[in-house]
């Protein structure tokens, strides 16, 4: 094996350091929600002012996601990894120590114009080093390992309760330095990519995008589209910013058992991920199990607004969407655009997922802070639970319509119509 093809413990190594970048990147992105009383409670924080911290993420991304591919394919994944990684941690740096709501708010930017390149280009790692027989498992790996982040990021209040009694900021601090952990992991990263002595053509991770190319897209990839918009909108916007305020404010829960309650939904993920893509992948129908898995969001939300349900049952409901749903999306685009456009059909997803996931965060917010919503008015949050529910219900009305319009060609590519 020459040194442009490296050996299984060199791949493995930048795959588990890769995953430790990632690891603090999710940390960083969560870390706002489990704070979200706190800063209310210490600063004066209106609800809208937090939804803006985590919407201020996505704004750059609805442009900067677009050359990120390019900028990660001109300079190479390793370097970009680094940079990005470097930009990430002055972001969460900022956050941490700002005195005043602008000062936050600029970390989190700064944050955002690092993190979305930085996912484009631990890709691009991964698929330098790994072929195709491994790469998917690389990639998911990589992906669970950073769900972890955002588990641990909800669980910091039980693990890191001392911290939390102390106000808001040092569970913001304790949040940059596990993104200087994510830097250092990126460091390592980019010395042992140096050893390679002839590195192998790097593999585009998103091609640049065109215009043209979208009048060959299908009524299926425009159904798809609309689903990721509302679908990951209404699920981070909820489950990374407001949820648990909400469970503190509607369902009567401390800030520890809200944390750890949220946590479950990516603690699932991790595990449940890769199994139910290597199912889709066994069986070759894609469609359905994406409609089923839109469906059960409106159904948890649904759950968790009725008074007397258990809050377990809508929290297990969203963490089933939240496994199923990202398994089966991005094999599915591939299918629907093939290689040739695939670039450049997930890279207009990115940017109107990005879109929607800062107008849902700002929406979300402002609908709280007109209704009074808090724990001396739990019913003030209706408005915001109205919302992500009519949002949720477009998108699986989306998903079906995705399956009545794909489901030939998910019959047509099964195994069964294969052999």
Not at 161 to 189: D, E, K
Not at 195 to 209: C, D, H, Y
Not at 297 to 324: D, E, K, R
Not at 388 to 410: K, P, Q
Request: charged share 10%; glycine share 10%; net charge positive.
């Amino acid at each position: 094996m020459n040194e442009s093809t490296p050996g299984a413990a060199r791949r493995w190594l930048v795959c588990a350091l890769i995953a430790a970048a990632a690891y603090g990147n999710f940390y960083v992105y969560d870390c706002i929600g489990p704070v979200a009383d706190l800063l209310q409670r210490d600063r004066g924080f209106s609800d809208l002012q937090i939804g803006q911290l985590n919407a201020i993420y996505n704004l750059p991304n609805v442009v900067l996601i677009l050359v990120g591919g390019v900028l990660v394919d001109r300079f190479g994944a390793a370097r970009m990894t680094l940079i990005t990684a470097a930009i990430c941690f002055a972001g969460a740096l900022l956050t941490a120590f700002s005195p005043g709501f602008y000062g936050m708010a600029g970390g989190r930017l700064l944050f955002g114009i690092g993190a979305e390149t930085f996912n484009i280009a631990t890709l691009a790692a991964i698929a330098d080093y790994f072929a195709a027989g491994e790469l998917a498992f690389a990639m998911g790996l990589s992906l669970s390992i950073g769900r972890l982040g955002s588990y641990s990021a909800d669980m910091s209040p039980t693990w890191f309760s001392q911290a939390y009694a102390s106000g808001w900021q040092q569970p913001l601090v304790i949040a940059a330095v596990i993104a200087g952990t994510s830097f250092a992991a990126s460091l390592l990263y980019v010395l042992v990519d140096r050893r390679r002595k002839a590195l192998a053509p790097p593999k585009p991770v998103a091609e640049k995008f065109a215009w043209r190319d979208l009048l060959h897209f299908g009524k299926a990839y425009w159904y798809l589209l609309a689903l990721c918009v509302l679908w990951y909108s209404v699920i981070l916007a909820f489950r990374s910013t407001f949820s648990i305020k909400y469970f503190q404010h509607v369902h009567g829960l401390d800030l520890a058992t809200a944390g750890e309650m949220n946590s479950y939904v990516f603690l699932a993920a991790v595990f449940a991920t890769p199994a139910f893509g290597w199912l889709c992948d066994r069986l070759g129908r894609y469609a359905p199990f994406l409609a089923f898995g839109a469906i059960l969001l409106p159904v948890a939300l649904a759950t968790m607004t009725a008074a007397h349900a258990n809050l377990w049952i809508g929290t297990a409901l969203i963490g089933v969407s939240f496994s199923l749903v990202p398994a089966v999306m991005w094999p599915l685009t591939s299918r629907l655009l093939g290689p040739a456009r695939f670039g450049t059909g997930i890279g207009l997803m990115w940017v109107v997922q990005n879109a929607g996931i800062g107008g849902a965060n700002v929406l979300a917010g402002w609908l709280n802070d007109r209704a009074g919503a808090s724990a001396a008015n739990p019913a003030g949050y209706s408005g915001m639970m109205e919302f992500f529910g009519v949002a949720s219900v477009i998108g699986a009305i989306c998903a079906l319509l995705l399956w009545y319009t794909a489901g030939r060609r998910d019959q047509e590519l099964s195994p069964a119509h294969q052999r």
